[in-house]
């Protein structure tokens, strides 16, 4: 069976990333293998949920950084994801 990794890039979206999340981690019966979260910040950052979940999903990765644009972050994050298999999403 291949291993997947979740890639999402999240820019002042603090209010929908725990949905998404949620969606992920406590909804499905199989989960990703990790999550990795490129988080570019913004006035709604959602750094202090993520953590939060992160307590749930310890395979969750976060990496912070300064938002240029989705491109630069999915090139960011694609490094950082593990699997055979990478699927990207939006981060609501």
């Not at 820019?11 to 570019?40: H, M, W, Y």
């Not at 993520?50 to 491109?71: G, M, S």
Request: proline residues 3%; aromatic residues 4%.
């Amino acid at each position: 069976m291949k291993s997947v990794s979740v890639l999402i890039c999240t820019f002042n979206r603090g209010s929908l990333i725990s949905g998404t999340l949620n969606s992920l981690i406590k909804a499905q019966i199989c989960k990703p293998d990790e999550i990795v979260i490129v988080n570019g910040g913004g006035e709604n950052n959602c750094q202090l949920i993520l953590e939060e979940w992160q307590k749930i999903y310890p395979k969750l990765k976060i990496i912070n950084t300064e938002n240029v644009n989705l491109a630069t972050s999915r090139n960011i994050g694609l490094p950082h994801c593990k699997s055979d298999l990478i699927l990207q999403t939006d981060d609501d």
